[in-house]
């Protein structure tokens, strides 16, 4: 079972937005809409921050926001804050015999 | 609040079994699966398996059949996991984490985190 492909690192500047994308098969990521976001913290457990593809927790801010086309999912971080930096996560509901499959992670730097 | 404690840090020789605990508080212990997750310093999240504490029945990924063994016991509201003839790419911080979603609706994502448990597996 293959992990979800999702870029290396991405950066962007104080304020501005950037986006993550998480690219999987019909039998993950475009086969449910089951996809979740994590955000993690160096020496920190994952934080759930999207869930169902586009749903925020109660707590997390409305500057994180989610959506899927096809077999990609995005996670959108607007109004980039220096609290940001960290590891991020997309996880989906698969098919296969292991019902989860994680993506490769992102590196967030805020410039 | 919900709080989700693991035991501390273990360290194994090859070929042993460790059994890591999970204690849960601020919810209703048996309205929610709990699944446990791995995690190698600096690489990805890895799915090991989930325990349904109503049910008590436990589903495992592939990978660790035969090797995991979950286990909950309800008057204290704890969850274990066992991992038998560890290797030392066993060597990674394991996690429990709350599946959201009250049973039987479960939605498939982990609300809650374990503030994980490095087991060290060397010789």
């Known amino acids: 079972q293959s992990a979800l492909t999702q870029p290396a690192s991405v950066s962007g500047s104080p304020g501005q937005s950037i986006t993550i994308s998480c690219t999987g098969t019909s039998s993950d990521v475009g086969g449910y809409n089951y996809v979740s976001w994590y955000q993690e913290h160096p020496g920190k457990a994952p934080k759930l921050i999207i869930y169902d593809v586009s749903n925020r927790p109660s707590g997390v801010s409305n500057r994180f926001s989610g959506s899927k086309s096809g077999n990609t999912a995005s996670l959108t971080i607007s109004g980039l804050q220096a609290e940001d930096e960290a590891d991020y996560y997309c996880?989906?509901?698969?098919?296969?015999?292991?019902?989860?499959?994680f993506g490769t992670g992102t590196k967030v730097t805020v410039l | 609040q919900v709080q989700l404690v693991q035991s501390g840090a273990e360290v194994k020789k090859p070929g042993a079994s460790v059994k890591v605990s999970c204690k849960a508080s601020g919810y209703t212990f048996t309205n929610y699966n709990m699944h446990w997750l791995r995690q190698a310093p600096g690489q990805g999240l890895e799915w090991v398996g989930v325990?349904?504490?109503?049910?008590?029945?436990?589903r495992y990924a592939p990978k660790f059949q035969g090797r995991v063994t979950m286990t909950r016991d309800t008057s204290t509201s704890t969850v274990y996991m066992e991992l038998s003839s560890l290797r030392p790419d066993d060597t990674t911080i394991y996690y429990c984490?709350?599946?959201?979603?009250?049973?039987?609706?479960?939605?498939?994502?982990?609300?809650?985190w374990g503030q994980g448990t490095l087991v060290t597996v060397s010789s």
């Open positions: 325990m349904n504490p109503s049910r008590n029945s436990a």
């Open positions: 984490a709350r599946e959201s979603g009250v049973l039987p609706k479960p939605l498939k994502s982990f609300d809650y």
């Open positions: 996880t989906s509901y698969t098919s296969t015999t292991t019902p989860y499959v």
